[in-house]
T-cell receptor, first 111, second 115 residues
Framework: RKEVEQDPGPFNVPEGATVAFNCTYS??????FFWYRQDCRKEPKLLMS???SGNEDGRFTAQLNRASQYISLLIRDSKLSDSATYLC????????????FGSGTQLTVLP | EAGVTQFPSHSVIEKGQTVTLRCDPI?????LYWYRRVMGKEIKFLLH????????ESGMPNNRFLAERTGGTYSTLKVQPAELEDSGVYFC?????????????FGPGTRLTVT
């Protein structure tokens, strides 16, 4: 079983749609959680950290459920520029800082 | 503020040769990380420096890989001798800790091809 599991997609949605990505992780001691986006042949860019209480940044909302070891990302009013691969990322336990990446979910927003 | 920079952007070498990758972290970031992505796989952790010290090198695949961070500034990752399976994209990231949050920012990567 992979440490971080994501639906690979692809998700093809029209502009303006709402799209949700889900992710599960296996290490119950993981401390920190993130969503990164990666454009084709580019580096991962931090989209947002995910806090236990859930957090929102403009059109993006992230949720964390520690009991279920589940993370989600909701994108509202999707734009063409949101087309990318979305990576669910968690850290290890304790003082471990290494990031463990999911394989990513590909999103294409269509005009 | 300048981001993480990496050099070279691409490198093509023959099996058995040596390659050295360089990473310059964001100024003031004590933490520096190396990751790599091989074809069709997830990005995987290689190692973590805090200043000039190796904090965690559990992801280094074997002793053909040597990472250094002299003076706690830039870092180099040397692969010697390179093998075909070393091909991939090598990313460097840096972070500065703020309490329990340590967001890592990635450089553009070095695409290594071993032929």
């Amino acid at each position: 079983r992979k440490e971080v599991e994501q639906d690979p997609g692809p998700f093809n949605v029209p502009e303006g749609a709402t799209v949700a990505f889900n992710c599960t992780y296996s290490n119950s001691a993981s401390q920190s959680f993130f969503w990164y986006r990666q454009d084709c042949r580019k580096e991962p860019k931090l989209l947002m950290s995910v806090y236990s209480s859930g957090n929102e940044d403009g059109r993006f909302t992230a949720q964390l459920n520690r009991a279920s070891q589940y993370i989600s990302l909701l994108i509202r009013d999707s734009k063409l520029s949101d087309s990318a691969t979305y990576l669910c990322v968690v850290t290890g336990s304790g003082s471990a800082r290494q990031l463990t990446f999911g394989s990513g979910t590909q999103l294409t927003v269509l005009p | 503020e300048a981001g993480v920079t990496q050099f070279p952007s691409h490198s093509v070498i023959e099996k058995g040769q040596t390659v050295t990758l360089r990473c310059d972290p964001i100024s003031g970031h004590d933490n520096l990380y190396w990751y790599r992505r091989v074809m069709g796989k997830e990005i995987k952790f290689l190692l973590h420096f805090v200043k000039e010290s190796k904090q965690d090198e559990s992801g280094m695949p074997n002793n053909r890989f040597l990472a250094e961070r002299t003076g706690g500034t830039y870092s180099t990752l040397k692969v010697q001798p390179a093998e075909l399976e070393d091909s991939g994209v090598y990313f460097c990231a840096s972070s500065q800790d703020w309490g329990q949050i340590y967001e890592q920012y990635f450089g553009p990567g070095t695409r290594l091809t071993v032929t």
